[in-house]
T-cell receptor, first 113, second 107 residues
């Protein structure tokens, strides 16, 4: 048990549908990160929060992607009007500000058909 | 933007042989992190390097940070089958992972 929980583990959706993923970080961690990973590639940074503030968002992220962390605890990542190219593993990670490294969750695997 | 390049992409070794992966950044890094991802798993944090020229060891693993803070290496001595996985470096100015080096160990 890594301490970072992601739900669901798998999601299959039809192209054009909206999907939402949830991440529960380690409780004492104030930073939360979202990454996307496709086969054979390293994790690609999407966005990160410190407490409830979204401090950075990748320029690669289209307007169809949005993330929230309303109370500074769990976070949601929503993808609107999904496309086949969105198929990937979506990884959440958390850390405590100033600490080295992140703790990753097991990810949500999205398949868009 | 910043790019982090890792070589080689793949490495196949006999059990007991040494293994090295290299990470090169186009810009100076404030620090660098190394992660290991087992097949089907998620990345697991190994270590952070902060200082120019820093060398850290974890059992059979040796991590180095270059003097210019633009490159780093991970060396595994006498590989074991438990070392199988993909090793990623990550520079956090901003948060950029390399594509990783996939290590296969043949028993």
């Amino acid at each position: 048990d890594t301490g970072v929980s992601q739900d669901p583990r798998h999601k299959i959706t039809k192209r054009g549908q909206n999907v939402t993923f949830r991440c529960d970080p380690i409780s004492e961690h104030n930073r939360l990160y979202w990454y996307r990973q496709t086969l054979g590639q390293g994790p690609e940074f999407l966005t990160y929060f410190q407490n409830e503030a979204q401090l950075e968002k990748s320029r690669l992220l289209s307007d169809r992607f949005s993330a929230e962390r309303p109370k500074g605890s769990f976070s949601t990542l929503e993808i609107q009007r999904t496309e086949q190219g969105d198929s990937a593993m979506y990884l959440c990670a958390s850390s405590f500000q100033g600490a080295a490294g992140y703790t990753f969750g097991s990810g949500t695997r999205l398949t868009v058909v | 933007g910043q790019q982090v390049m890792q070589i080689p992409q793949y490495q196949h070794v006999q059990e007991g042989e040494d293994f090295t992966t290299y990470c090169n950044s186009s810009t100076t890094l404030s620090n660098i992190q190394w992660y290991k991802q087992r097949p089907g798993g998620h990345p697991v944090f190994l270590i952070q390097l902060v200082k120019s020229g820093e060398v850290k060891k974890q059992k059979r693993l040796t991590f180095q940070f270059g003097e210019a803070k633009k490159n780093s290496s991970l060396h595994i001595t006498a590989t074991q089958t438990t070392d199988v996985g993909t090793y990623f470096c990550e520079g956090n100015t901003p948060l950029v992972f390399g594509k990783g080096t996939r290590l296969s160990v043949i028993a």
